[in-house]
């Protein structure tokens, strides 16, 4: 099993910054996979961003250029750092971790840009 607990969440205003954190525990040597999704009201889930293994990152389109995934391996954390946030990146954003064989979500954490 893998625990993954999110932070970092809050409200801020357009065109400002958070970092979101989330930290794993449990039997987290076999994950490949660490990404981040996000679902706002009244809409599916989506994918934000996501890094590999080695170190490969990927983004969506809407926050390419804005939005920065990396790993701290020291704390087995995955972190978003999200910079020139817009009203349209309001959501609860899940941290989710991936293996051959199975996937595991944390709880969220709520993100509110306000304009």
């Known amino acids: 099993q893998v625990q993954l607990v999110e932070s970092g969440g809050g409200s801020v205003q357009a065109g400002g910054s958070l970092r979101l954190s989330c930290a794993a525990s449990g039997s987290i040597s076999s994950i490949n996979v660490m990404g981040w999704y996000r679902q706002a009201p009244g809409k599916q889930r989506e994918w934000v961003a996501d890094i590999i293994g080695g170190g490969r990152t990927s983004y969506v389109d809407s926050v390419k250029g804005r939005f920065t995934i990396y790993r701290d391996s020291a704390e087995n954390t995955v972190n978003l750092q999200m910079n020139s946030l817009k009203p349209e990146d309001t959501a609860v954003y899940y941290c989710?971790?991936?293996?051959?064989?199975?996937?595991?979500w944390g709880q969220g954490t709520q993100v509110t840009v306000s304009s």
């Open positions: 989710k971790a991936s293996r051959a064989s199975a996937y595991y």
